[in-house]
T-cell receptor, first 109, second 115 residues
Framework: KQEVTQIPAALSVPEGENLVLNCSFTDSAIYNLQWFRQDPGKGLTSLLLIQSSQREQTSGRLNASLDKSSGRSTLYIAASQPGDSATYLCAVYSEKLVFGKGTKLTVNP | GAVVSQHPSRVICKSGTSVKIECRSL??????MFWYRQFPKKSLMLMAT?????????EQGVEKDKFLINHASLTLSTLTVTSAHPEDSSFYIC???????????FGSGTRLTVV
């Protein structure tokens, strides 16, 4: 059974800092990994999708890496802004999409 | 990009009544859609997989008679919470994918409150 773990559960940083969110999964037989952002009371917004054959994806200030063999992914956020405050969810897809519990990020002005 | 529309965003209903939630793929066809439930400060839990033209596949522990799923077209799936009770109060989210390699797009979610 696939299990996804995200560390840390919560993170508070001052504006402008670079930060890394971690995601690990127990079964490396995945098709892809997706990072999402969820604002309070809202749905999920897809940030980055990494196929199993890829090692990283970039979008603006976001960079996600994937090490499938070790079951790990990181989401790097550069020059964080207060608007980045949200919960970040990692999900892996094999037979179905399995989510971690998320990292709640607070960026303080 | 792929867009999934979910309606309503919020609903309050009396205990014992039924509530229908709609999930539409706006710019792509989806033979499969997924329904999730999210409890406060918890991860999303897959409830069921909605299959166009056939019966939904429910995850273990999810009552199929309480959570009725209909996927009558390639762009619409509905989740009906029947005889709702306060413990059914939760955040329900649907998702779909345009196809292999595209990842999943989620609706904006429905906050159900049963009073």
């Amino acid at each position: 059974k696939q299990e996804v773990t995200q560390i840390p559960a919560a993170l508070s940083v001052p504006e402008g800092e670079n930060l890394v969110l971690n995601c690990s999964f127990t079964d490396s037989a995945i098709y892809n990994l997706q990072w999402f952002r969820q604002d309070p009371g809202k749905g999920l917004t897809s940030l980055l999708l990494i196929q199993s054959s890829q090692r990283e994806q970039t979008s603006g200030r976001l960079n996600a890496s994937l090490d499938k063999s070790s079951g790990r992914s990181t989401l790097y956020i550069a020059a964080s802004q207060p608007g980045d405050s949200a919960t970040y969810l990692c999900a892996v897809y094999s037979e179905k999409l399995v989510f971690g519990k998320g990292t709640k990020l607070t960026v303080n002005p | 990009g792929a867009v999934v529309s979910q309606h309503p965003s919020r609903v309050i209903c009396k205990s014992g009544t039924s509530v229908k939630i709609e999930c539409r793929s706006l710019d792509f066809q989806a033979t499969t859609m997924f329904w999730y439930r999210q409890f406060p400060k918890k991860s999303l839990m897959l409830m069921a997989t909605s299959n166009e033209g056939s019966k939904a596949t429910y995850e273990q522990g999810v009552e199929k008679d309480k959570f009725l799923i209909n996927h009558a077209s390639l762009t619409l799936s509905t989740l009906t919470v029947t005889s709702a009770h306060p413990e059914d109060s939760s955040f329900y989210i649907c998702s779909a994918s345009p196809g292999a390699g595209y990842g999943y797009t989620f609706g904006s979610g429905t906050r159900l409150t049963v009073v």
